[in-house]
């Protein structure tokens, strides 16, 4: 079963930063959309920021915005998530998302965001 690759989590303070990186393998073709999701604990997942293959934004989650960007690199087919002004309630597993030009959907592993003191 095809993966993308997560990096990033972590523990930060509560106003502190990090930035999470996926790599898409090059057994993926015809990316479309790129993006992020989450799941705290108790809750359902989901989605934190979306951007399109032209590199163009499609989606922010109310919660994140102004606070959070998504950006991404086409030759390396990754994308990755800024975080910046962390907050308790931004506490989740965070899953990096692919769906392709054919629909097809593939997903990370989940990497750990904690925001405490």
């Known amino acids: 079963q095809v993966q993308l690759a997560e990096s990033g989590g972590g523990l930060v303070q509560p106003g502190g930063s990090l930035r999470l990186s996926c790599a898409a393998p090059g057994s993926i073709f015809s990316i479309n959309t790129m993006g992020w999701y989450r799941q705290a604990p108790g809750k359902q997942r989901e989605l934190v920021a979306t951007i399109n293959s032209g590199g163009r934004t499609n989606y922010y989650a109310d919660s994140v915005k102004g606070r959070f960007t998504i950006s991404r690199d086409n030759s390396k087919s990754t994308v990755n998530l800024q975080m910046n002004s962390l907050k308790p309630e931004d506490t989740a597993v965070y899953y990096c998302?692919?769906?392709?030009?054919?629909?097809?959907?593939?997903w990370g592993q989940g990497t750990q965001v904690t925001v405490s003191s």
């Open positions: 998302n692919v769906v392709t030009t054919s629909f097809r959907i593939y």
